[in-house]
């Protein structure tokens, strides 16, 4: 076998390459943008680059066959709760079904962390957000939500064989479109129907800037608690969503007001990868416009979500099931869309696993964040629950 630094543009393609041959073969795997891999490992890109430094190498068998791939990096950014120790990742890892393939990839990533002074490794991760490339997937092998990794059943053996043990578990919740709501969603929405104050509207592009406005609000209020304490601001959330327009349903991202002002956002987009699985891993002008006549053919089905919340001084008062209910009247019965899937949601996070329960979903497929400690005698412990 021979491992291999990716240090040019050819190497880089043989890293997209690695992945296409030892996945192609499974059904269920739609082939990620080769742009949106590649814009990992961007400098100009990727701003993890402030804060770190990666590394992929590709592996070949003793015939020049692609076998495997795999990256390593290091982020000042990425800590965890509890954390005793500094942490690494290693991401984007793709293996023949060989024991010994495998360990090669994971002794290289792991001595070029040891050399970083990471006392640990966590893997499959992206060198990047946790909304992308995030986990190895354990249980639920059907197609994969965009920028969602994909990867064969017998990939976990080869992490814990090795010695990789689960830090968290990422659990996705789905639903039917047109499943009936819990009774409970109705008798909710019917008490705050009867007061005026309350109304409920899906996004208008043509008026982006004043929900941008309503966004920043709510997202301020809500969410820049869970975020590091910083709010977002006009700007950024402007720039966040002009780019969401490109791909965005109106029909599918609701607002709440009382008394006109903005107390909570349900933020859902198609799924994109029911575009981009006709397109072969390629985004040029031609595969473009192919994209543009899917979306306006209306090819995708299915709808995930992004974000959802309610500022907290309207939380359990039924705002909720208000908006909830608002925009089923138009997604479920006027809509092509027939899946609903959420954002993964750690198991650690049993707050809004118990959230996501209550809303009548069913537990669609789990992703696992593996980690491994450097010092073997050192006690595991898995990632501390909220």
């Known amino acids: ?26 059904p269920q795997w739609i082939r990620p943008l080769d742009k949106d891999v590649n814009d990992v490992f961007d400098v100009k890109k990727n701003k993890a680059f402030r804060h770190g430094e990666c590394i992929r190498w590709i592996l070949k068998d003793d015939h020049g066959a692609l076998i495997g791939r795999i990256a390593a990096f290091v982020n000042k950014k990425y800590k965890n709760k509890g954390d005793e120790q500094p942490t690494g990742g290693v991401g984007f890892f793709d293996c023949i079904n060989d024991q010994a393939a495998a360990n090669l990839l994971f002794d290289t990533a792991k001595n070029w962390l040891l050399e970083k002074g990471m006392g640990a490794m966590d893997g499959p991760i ?35 064989n090795y010695g990789f043990q689960p830090f968290f578990h990422q659990v996705c919740f ?40 309503d966004f920043c609000f709510i997202y301020n209020k809500a969410w820049a608690q869970h975020a590091g304490g910083k709010d977002i601001t006009k700007e950024k959330a402007m720039i966040m969503f002009k780019q969401l327009a490109m791909v965005m349903d109106e ?8 008394n006109n002002e903005p107390i909570g956002c349900w933020l859902n987009l198609p799924d994109l990868n ?113």
């Not at 705050?192 to 406005?213: G, N, Q, T």
């Not at 039924?318 to 925009?327: F, H, N, P, R, S």
């Open 126 to 160: 992206n060198f990047g957000e946790r909304d992308r490339w995030w986990g190895l997937l354990t249980e639920g092998f059907h197609e994969p939500l965009y920028c969602m990794n994909f990867n064969p059943p017998y990939y976990q053996q080869l992490l814990e």
């Open 251 to 258: 029909k599918l991202v609701w607002f709440i007001y009382h």
């Open 274 to 386: 029911q575009y981009f699985k006709h397109l072969n891993g390629q985004f040029g002008l031609l595969r473009k416009l192919q994209f543009l006549y899917l979306k306006w053919t209306g090819n995708s089905k299915k709808f995930i979500g992004l974000l959802f919340g309610i500022i907290p001084e309207f939380q359990g008062m039924g705002a909720d099931a208000y908006m909830i209910v608002e925009g089923a009247k138009l997604i479920q019965d006027k809509l092509p869309y027939e899946d609903y899937e959420m954002q993964w949601i750690g198991d650690f996070n049993t707050k809004m696993i118990n959230v996501a329960e209550s809303l009548g979903t069913f537990r669609n497929r789990q992703l696992t964040t593996y980690r491994y400690l450097f010092d073997r005698t050192k006690p595991f412990k898995r990632h501390p629950f909220l």
């Open 174 to 213: 789905a639903l039917k479109v047109r499943a009936q709501l819990q009774d409970k969603f109705y008798v909710r929405h019917a008490q705050l129907a009867a007061d005026p104050a309350y109304s409920a509207r899906h996004i208008r592009k043509k008026e982006l800037e004043k929900f941008v406005e």
């Open 1 to 26: 076998m021979e491992l291999i630094i990716v240090d040019n543009e050819q190497k880089a393609r043989q890293f997209i390459a690695a992945h296409v041959a030892l996945n192609k073969q499974l």
